[in-house]
């Protein structure tokens, strides 16, 4: 397990912007899966957006594609997801999740299954229309 940190979330307006930050106590160089998750209140917990450490690859589900985009720095350790055109239906507590993986493949099925042995704190984004 890693220990992650992640930032504070906010609010903003319909079409606004935020960005989340989560610091893994790791070296990302190193193949890790780091993945953002969201839970909404009377909602299960759906995956948002994930990446595969060592290349630097991303995935996203369709609803943020094109609005969200994650990115990790080696240098500070950290994952970040900057989310655009943020809708009312984005309103929900996100959490990044890390996991040791062998490869991208590895990484796919972890963040499909939300197996992670390590998981942040949450973050609060509510998006007001």
């Known amino acids: 397990q890693v220990h992650l940190v992640q930032s504070e979330g906010g609010s903003v307006q319909a079409g606004g912007s935020l960005k989340l930050s989560c610091t893994v106590y790791?070296?990302?160089?190193?193949?890790?899966?780091v993945g953002w998750f969201r839970q909404a209140p009377g909602k299960e917990r759906e995956k948002v957006a994930r990446?595969?450490?060592?290349?630097?690859?991303?995935a996203y589900i369709d609803s943020v594609e094109g609005r969200f985009t994650i990115s990790r720095d080696v240098a500070t350790s950290t994952v970040n997801l900057q989310m655009n055109n943020l809708k009312p239906e984005d309103t929900a507590k996100y959490y990044c999740?890390?996991?040791?993986?062998?490869?991208?493949?590895?990484?796919?099925?972890?963040?499909?299954?939300?197996?992670?042995?390590?998981w942040g704190l949450g973050s609060q984004v509510t998006v007001s229309s």
């Open positions: 999740a890390a996991k040791l993986v062998s490869q991208i493949g590895a990484c796919q099925i972890a963040w499909s299954r939300g197996d992670f042995p390590s």
């Open positions: 790791a070296d990302i160089a190193d193949k890790y899966c």
């Open positions: 990446i595969y450490t060592y290349t630097g690859a991303p």
